[in-house]
């Protein structure tokens, strides 16, 4: 019924994803010991996220945006927090990251 869009995934998300990676992995000592898979599931966030905005735009593909993106760098240093039992507090990664 509706025509097919992809999202397209931009190289700021990665861009983002990658400054968050590294504020966390600078807070934790040693080894991670948390699942690097993680960053793969708050892509796949971002874009199922991004799907919401289907009907926004005429373009050919569904873009995501900075909201989205924000809202999963949020959501990886959470998730993170959580699984390195709280080696580090998220408040302060998310302080160097959006001031």
Avoid: H, W
Avoid at 12 to 22: N, P, Q, S, V, W
Avoid at 56 to 74: G, H, T
Wanted: aromatic residues 10%.
């Amino acid at each position: 019924r509706f025509s097919p869009k992809s999202v397209m995934i931009t190289a700021e998300m990665y861009d983002a994803i990658g400054r968050a990676r590294d504020a966390i992995l600078k807070r934790i000592p040693g080894s991670m010991k948390f699942s690097a898979r993680l960053e793969n599931n708050v892509v796949k966030f971002a874009c199922a996220a991004s799907l919401l905005s289907y009907f926004n735009s005429d373009l050919n593909y569904i873009p995501v945006s900075e909201d989205v993106v924000n809202r999963a760098v949020r959501l990886y240093v959470e998730e993170a927090s959580v699984r390195s039992r709280e080696e580090f507090e998220p408040e302060e990664v998310l302080q160097e990251l959006f001031g």
